[in-house]
């Protein structure tokens, strides 16, 4: 069973930055493709971004391309989400996920964290 627990949200004002980190335990860190995905209220959780098993591909959603980068320590077993130019639209709970095979597709994500809120001001 794996474990992944969130940190690093908060409140900041439109334009700052934000790392968020996700901490594995539990299982094969490397053996999981990591996701980023968020949801605001009253809307669904959306894709953010992935990175692979060895941190050689990403993909972004549109919405965040060019603002945010995923990336990964597999010797921590930790994956960050550094996102810049931060928006109000961009304010929702952040959650990490593992998948073994999947991608951007949220139902083929086998294990979520808790979330962390991130608040936006403008």
């Known amino acids: 069973q794996v474990q992944l627990v969130e940190s690093g949200g908060g409140l900041v004002q439109a334009g700052d930055s934000l790392r968020l980190s996700c901490a594995a335990s539990g299982g094969i860190f490397r053996r999981f493709a990591m996701g980023w995905f968020r949801q605001a209220p009253g809307k669904e959780r959306e894709f953010v971004a992935v990175?692979?098993?060895?941190?050689?591909?990403?993909s972004y959603a549109d919405s965040v391309k060019g603002r945010f980068t995923i990336s990964r320590d597999n010797a921590k077993n930790t994956v960050y989400l550094q996102m810049n130019s931060l928006k109000p639209e961009d304010t929702a709970v952040y959650y990490c996920?593992?998948?073994?095979?999947?991608?951007?597709?949220?139902?083929?994500?086998?294990?979520w964290g808790q979330g962390t809120q991130v608040t936006v001001s403008s």
């Open positions: 990175i692979s098993q060895n941190g050689g591909s990403t």
């Open positions: 996920a593992a998948t073994i095979t999947g991608w951007g597709v949220r139902r083929d994500y086998n294990y």
